[in-house]
């Protein structure tokens, strides 16, 4: 696996590809888990090249937030990916993506309202911060494809609109969400629970999964169930950012016309804020 540091090395990389060759990106943080690989998994099935970025973007954490403490496990990520068969990894520093400083720069504006709701409203700026990313990963490597999970839902929503916005030639391919044996979505920030939050936190997947049985059997009174949900959680011991029923094509509220719901979910357990979320089909 060629691992790649510098826009050099990867413009040279991607220069000696086949012409025809279908390249996959699949952009990541790093600290690898089950979630990620089934992306990677996926972008195999579907293209000649699988490349995935590992960079841990500062601009789309706010201050106060973990960016100095997210986990940072380079070595075991390589291994991981090499075990996958992935052909090459682009693992930039800051100062490779962003060599005039993070201050100042220009900036991919994520779709409003989209972006200042849910996630967006307690991180303001974040998703500005993703898809600038995003933006300039998609500039870079030109894949035909990229592929992302639907453990970042709302994440998922705004970089298909922003695709969409700004013509980017990509195909956006999604992943449902790889989960701990006991429910929990996976995620790099769960090494932050201790042991006890962490034998709690799968209590917020039994919480969608129940108000899921209860929207897909005609429930319709979101408002009760989403107050409710949030009761349950704080009796369990998390403090709800927010738990929202929402229409998974667009995330406006469900009309007539939905097909799909999408229930979404942040809560704080101690420090750690997780977020998960449960798409249920609507009946017609
Ligand atoms: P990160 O949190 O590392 O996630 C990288 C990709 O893995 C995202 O598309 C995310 O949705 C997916 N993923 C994470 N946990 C998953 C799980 N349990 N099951 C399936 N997929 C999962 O999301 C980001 O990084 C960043 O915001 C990024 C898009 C790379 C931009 O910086």
């Given at each position: 696996?060629?691992?790649?540091?510098?826009?050099?090395?990867?413009?040279?990389?991607?220069?000696?590809?086949?012409?025809?060759?279908?390249?996959?990106?699949?952009?990541?943080?790093?600290?690898?888990?089950?979630?990620?690989?089934?992306?990677?998994?996926?972008?195999?099935?579907?293209?000649?090249?699988?490349?995935?970025?590992?960079?841990?973007?500062?601009?789309?954490?706010?201050?106060?937030?973990?960016?100095?403490?997210?986990?940072?496990?380079?070595?075991?990520?390589?291994?991981?990916?090499?075990?996958?068969?992935?052909?090459?990894?682009?693992?930039?520093?800051?100062?490779?993506?962003?060599?005039?400083?993070?201050?100042?720069?220009?900036?991919?504006?994520?779709?409003?309202?989209?972006?200042?709701?849910?996630?967006?409203?307690?991180?303001?700026?974040?998703?500005?911060?993703?898809?600038?990313?995003?933006?300039?990963?998609?500039?870079?490597?030109?894949?035909?494809?990229?592929?992302?999970?639907?453990?970042?839902?709302?994440?998922?929503?705004?970089?298909?609109?922003?695709?969409?916005?700004?013509?980017?030639?990509?195909?956006?391919?999604?992943?449902?969400?790889?989960?701990?044996?006991?429910?929990?979505?996976?995620?790099?920030?769960?090494?932050?629970l201790?042991?006890?939050e962490?034998?709690?936190a799968?209590?917020?997947?039994?919480?969608?999964?129940?108000?899921?049985?209860?929207?897909?059997?005609?429930?319709?009174?979101?408002?009760?169930?989403?107050?409710?949900?949030?009761?349950?959680?704080?009796?369990?011991?998390f403090?709800?950012?927010?738990?929202?029923?929402?229409?998974?094509?667009?995330?406006?509220?469900?009309?007539?016309?939905?097909?799909?719901?999408?229930?979404?979910?942040?809560?704080y357990l101690g420090?750690t804020?997780l977020?998960?979320?449960?798409?249920?089909?609507?009946?017609?």
């Amino acid at each position: 696996m060629q691992v790649l540091n510098n826009i050099e090395s990867l413009h040279h990389y991607l220069g000696r590809l086949p012409s025809n060759a279908r390249v996959a990106l699949v952009p990541t943080m790093g600290n690898l888990h089950a979630g990620h690989l089934s992306l990677v998994d996926k972008a195999k099935a579907l293209a000649d090249v699988v490349l995935v970025s590992i960079f841990v973007n500062p601009i789309q954490f706010a201050p106060g937030e973990d960016f100095d403490r997210y986990p940072r496990t380079e070595a075991e990520d390589i291994k991981k990916l090499t075990d996958a068969g992935v052909q090459a990894v682009f693992l930039p520093t800051v100062e490779v993506l962003y060599p005039d400083g993070i201050e100042g720069g220009t900036r991919v504006m994520a779709s409003r309202p989209l972006a200042e709701m849910l996630c967006g409203a307690s991180r303001p700026g974040h998703f500005d911060g993703v898809v600038t990313v995003v933006a300039k990963l998609f500039n870079l490597i030109q894949p035909d494809l990229a592929v992302f999970g639907e453990k970042d839902f709302q994440q998922l929503v705004i970089i298909r609109r922003m695709v969409a916005d700004l013509n980017f030639p990509v195909e956006i391919i999604s992943v449902p969400t790889v989960r701990e044996p006991d429910g929990l979505a996976m995620s790099s920030r769960n090494s932050y629970l201790n042991a006890e939050e962490r034998a709690r936190a799968a209590m917020l997947y039994s919480c969608l999964r129940q108000v899921g049985e209860q929207v897909e059997q005609g429930a319709r009174d979101m408002a009760a169930l989403e107050a409710s949900a949030e009761q349950r959680l704080r009796d369990s011991g998390f403090v709800p950012d927010y738990f929202r029923i929402l229409d998974a094509d667009t995330l406006a509220p469900l009309h007539d016309g939905s097909r799909r719901a999408v229930i979404l979910a942040a809560a704080y357990l101690g420090h750690t804020r997780l977020i998960d979320n449960l798409v249920v089909s609507l009946p017609a």
